[in-house]
Nanobody, 114 residues
């Protein structure tokens, strides 16, 4: 299973970005997929996750601003990020659990700055 994360960039505070995590090598439409982020010098933490059936979970810091969704036909999970703040600046990673194995995508940098 390979995960390709994309969509990061530089955005002003209050702006929006949409991250994509595309899977190849396996259908992960019914599996756990999570977005994590790692600010400089800090640990990697869960931002949002989606599991089979469409249930979602969010970190308190992003509730109401970020939305995770899945398009099964594209084998892709998205993270829509609105009302971005400077403290959202981090490298964002996607992770999938397929067949009890963990797979990570490469990170994509999100920088929120004026």
């Amino acid at each position: 299973v390979q995960l390709q994360a994309s969509g990061g960039g530089l955005v002003q505070p209050g702006g929006s970005l949409r991250l994509s995590c595309a899977a190849s090598g396996s259908d992960f439409s019914n599996n756990f997929v999570g977005w994590y982020r790692q600010p400089p010098g800090k640990q990697r933490d869960l931002v949002a996750a989606i599991i089979s059936g469409g249930s979602t979970k969010y970190a308190d810091s992003v509730k109401g601003r970020f939305t995770i969704s899945r398009v099964n036909a594209k084998n892709t999970v998205y993270l829509q990020m609105n009302s971005l703040k400077p403290e959202d600046t981090a490298v964002y990673f996607c992770k999938a659990i397929v067949g009890a194995k963990l797979y990570w995508g490469q990170g994509t940098q999100v920088t929120v700055s004026s």
